[in-house]
């Protein structure tokens, strides 16, 4: 008789969607507080936080449901299906933030980039020249693009190591 194995995509969309969904409120806290075209240290910080904690709940739940045994395969699958997962729906909720809740967003981030710039000591001239040419990776198009390729890498990263070190293989 078959054994019923789970399934990486089930664990990876299940955490994918749960991370998703603390990500929306993690945006929509931001732009409570008009904090949410900064950016900066803290803000990748508790992102990159979040995204660990959801895949490395998702592999120990999969390494629960299969007897205590995961391949490094069956852990990465589930870190970067987790981190797209989430990486998708993030990338829902910034092209209706941008293009509905907050339709001045790209304004705002412009002029605090400006801003920034200025206090770093760059002269106008440096800084209109710097912020015309990021201005072709600022539509939609290219935001979703880049917006995947780095919730696949930062997934894969993110789930490398502990992949690593949880691996547990069924000896034959």
Request: charged content about 10%; aromatic content about 10%.
């Amino acid at each position: 008789m078959e054994e019923n194995l789970p399934k990486t995509g089930k664990y990876a969309l299940n955490y994918g969607l749960i991370l998703g969904g603390i990500s929306v409120v993690f945006g929509l806290m931001l732009f409570s507080l008009d904090m949410h075209y900064q950016g900066g240290a803290m803000v990748f910080v508790v992102s990159m936080l979040l995204t660990l904690a959801f895949i490395l709940i998702g592999m120990f739940q999969f390494k629960k449901a299969n007897g205590g045994f995961i391949s490094v395969g069956q852990a990465l699958k589930i870190g970067v299906g987790v981190s797209l997962v989430g990486g998708i729906i993030g990338i829902i909720f910034n092209q209706i933030l941008v293009g509905v809740i907050d339709p001045d967003f790209m304004t705002k981030a412009t002029e605090y980039q400006k801003a920034m710039l200025l206090e770093s000591g760059l002269t106008i001239e440096q800084i209109e020249a710097n912020i015309e040419m990021t201005k072709p990776f600022q539509t939609p198009t290219m935001q979703i693009l880049f917006g995947l390729l780095y919730s696949i890498i930062m997934g894969f990263i993110l789930s490398l190591i502990p992949a690593l070190l949880i691996k547990k293989q069924e000896t034959i």
